[in-house]
Antibody, heavy 120, light 112 residues
Framework: EVQLVESGGGLVQPGGSLRLSCAAS????????MNWVRQAPGKGLEWVSY????????YSADSVKGRFTISRDDAKNSLYLQMNSLRGEDTAVYYC?????????????WGRGTMVTVSS | QSALTQPPSASGSPGQSVTISCTGT?????????VSWYQQHPGKAPKLMIY???KRPSGVPDRFSGSKSGITASLTVSGLQAEDEADYYC????????????FGGGTKLTVL
């Protein structure tokens, strides 16, 4: 079964850091680009960051540039999101999402998400 | 970059058809045929329903169809069923040097 399982969410103070992880299974992880997409409580979806299959290309939304870093470890079938200088507006469910061969490909597999709450 | 514009709500009776619009600009919806639609039930992760404007992933009923004209994409759900009640989001590629991927604000579809 194709599956993505996120972990690492929790409560963090403004200005703090958190590292999210995503464990992939059921498909050849190294062949796919990966993304993080977030959803604030009661709000819509927001694309956060993209990493290509070879890790050679990374894109991030302006709202997180300079603060969040996406990375992957193909040997561990894992995707990561290092989040620094967290703000209240970063509070959201963070989804690990499979892409295709490039950023324009649709997001075909989604994890269940992990909640990040930024509050003092 | 603003989110793509979707109506906040739509509704229809079982068996009817309903169309949800998604309006962008020439820099996203109008500039690329990379529009996708996602269905999200409460408390669940989104599910891909349509990709590349009008293509359906395996397992998605053919009651779901997509189209695009200019800067507006549309999702049509025919033969509405109770399980179609959910939030629907459109998304579009907006250029890797610009805004990456942008989503619509979402449409709550109610089956009356």
């Amino acid at each position: 079964e194709v599956q993505l399982v996120e972990s690492g969410g929790g409560l963090v103070q403004p200005g703090g850091s958190l590292r999210l992880s995503c464990a992939a299974s059921g498909f050849t992880f190294s062949s796919y680009s990966m993304n993080w997409v977030r959803q604030a409580p009661g709000k819509g979806l927001e694309w956060v960051s993209y990493i290509s299959s070879s890790s050679s290309t990374i894109y991030s939304a302006d709202s997180v540039k300079g603060r969040f870093t996406i990375s992957r470890d193909d040997a561990k079938n894992s995707l990561y999101l290092q989040m620094n200088s967290l703000r209240g507006e970063d509070t959201a469910v963070y989804y690990c999402v499979r892409g295709g061969q490039w950023l324009g490909d649709a997001f075909d597999i989604w994890g269940r998400g992990t909640m990040v709450t930024v509050s003092s | 970059q603003s989110a793509l514009t979707q109506p906040p709500s739509a509704s229809g009776s079982p068996g009817q058809s309903v169309t949800i619009s998604c309006t962008g600009t020439s820099s996203d919806v109008g500039g690329y045929n990379y529009v996708s639609w996602y269905q999200q039930h409460p408390g669940k992760a989104p599910k891909l329903m349509i990709y590349e404007v009008s293509k359906r992933p395996s397992g998605v009923p053919d009651r779901f169809s997509g189209s695009k004209s200019g800067i507006t994409a549309s999702l049509t759900v025919s033969g509405l069923q109770a399980e179609d009640e959910a939030d629907y989001y459109c998304s579009s590629y907006a250029g890797s040097n610009n805004f990456g991927v942008i989503f619509g604000g979402g449409t709550k579809l109610t089956v009356l």
